[in-house]
């Protein structure tokens, strides 16, 4: 059975994989120097622990690969993992280390975790192992169905949102509604409800900029990330400050960069510039060129795990394909949005690029897990032409 896997594993998947994580290496070491002599006296502090989250990336994605899938079908394994996510969100609101006003990381003497990523994944699993077995249901009567479903997710959701991660809790909403409508909805009934979702989208844009913080949801720190979205410029020496210096590093990088390890706004400029900005980094430093190149690596990862979870006759294993290769896409996208402007900065990361232990490897778990979906798509299929 390995052999099997090995030979019948999706060719199009391990080699942007393998060049987006090398890279990342290169480019956390690179984005985090200056930062790293600033705050460890070390420029290399950052370049051996990314390293090491790489390395412990490909041990999970193996682990994903050879993965027995009829245990991730099981009900108690699937209840066990929503208790456990539950309470790991629950012990970061008493315990959890805060950061730039942010309650995100759970501290280990080796890495801090952060339960939000682990969540992600556990609700994509959760909502496969549901929607799979509830597709009849789902046909005769829709909103009955997914009540229960809905009710869990926007459970922990909140949970997320309150940290404050407005990032994450927007990913899980946006992945869980794409999963929903691939498990078996009427297309009237989906655009429906994606017309709905844009028109409800807007009107809370326009809700928040005609009254701010005195809306419930919204507090201080959510409000500036609008005002800077908005008005970056106006706001450069606040709310606009991430923005303006991200986009000074994209038009300083030109067509071709100005050269690896040459950036001017990682010293200094541009906060976070190996986790939320690195993109930018990349553009200064490679030029449109190395983010066109970085984006067709992502595009074509992307693309076969969407590709893997048509070809899958499983509906769970096809539901829990569309969930990652949405997260990948969502993800990827709200990062980019947040780094040229298009929308407000939500603190999310680029997978498989920016500096992270946890994202690194619960990303490179589901990944796996995709490849070992292709591995038996494509020995089935085999088994057929002969």
């Not at 682990?63 to 970061?92: C, D, E, H, N």
Request: proline share 4%; with cysteine; charged share 10%.
């Amino acid at each position: 059975m390995i052999r099997e896997r090995i030979k019948y594993i999706d060719k199009w998947i391990v080699p942007p994989y393998l060049a987006l994580t090398l890279f990342s290496i290169i480019m956390v070491y690179s984005a985090s120097s200056y930062s790293a002599l600033h705050d460890y006296g070390n420029p290399h502090y950052y370049l051996p622990r990314q390293a090491v989250f790489v390395g412990l990336g490909y041990i999970s994605f193996i682990i994903g690969w050879f993965f027995p899938f009829q245990i991730l079908r099981k009900k108690g394994v699937v209840m066990a993992g929503i208790a456990i996510t539950t309470f790991s969100l629950l012990l970061l609101l008493i315990y959890g280390r805060e950061i730039y006003g942010a309650r995100r990381w759970i501290e280990t003497p080796f890495f801090n975790i952060q339960p939000a990523e682990i969540a992600k994944v556990m609700i994509i699993w959760y909502l496969a192992y549901i929607l799979s077995r509830r597709q009849k249901k789902i046909n005769e009567d829709f909103f009955k169905a997914i009540v229960a479903p809905i009710i869990l997710v926007a459970f922990i959701v909140f949970f997320i949102y309150i940290q404050p991660d407005t990032g994450s809790s927007f990913i899980i909403v946006i992945v869980g509604t794409l999963m929903i409508f691939a498990s078996g909805i009427s297309p009237k009934l989906a655009v429906i409800s994606g017309i709905s979702g844009i028109s409800l989208l807007l009107a809370v844009s326009q809700l928040i900029r005609h009254y701010g913080t005195r809306l419930f949801f919204l507090n201080e720190y959510r409000y500036n990330r609008f005002l800077g979205f908005w008005d970056p410029f106006t706001l450069a020496e606040g709310s606009g400050l991430q923005l303006v210096n991200s986009y000074y590093a994209l038009g300083r990088g030109g067509l071709f960069g100005v050269g690896f390890g040459n950036s001017v706004q990682k010293t200094g400029y541009l906060p976070f510039p190996y986790t939320d900005f690195i993109v930018s980094i990349i553009g200064e430093e490679f030029g449109l060129i190395g983010i066109m190149l970085l984006l067709i690596m992502a595009t074509l990862l992307i693309s076969r795990m969407f590709l893997t979870a048509v070809r899958s006759n499983r509906p769970f294993d096809s539901l829990l394909c569309i969930g990652i290769a949405s997260l990948f896409l969502i993800q990827s996208l709200i990062n980019l949005g947040g780094v040229v402007g298009l929308m407000p900065i939500t603190g999310v990361t680029f997978p498989f690029i920016s500096y992270g232990g946890t994202s690194l490897i619960v990303l490179s778990g589901t990944l796996g897990l995709i490849a070992n979906v292709s591995a038996r798509v494509n020995y089935n299929k085999a088994l057929k032409q002969t």
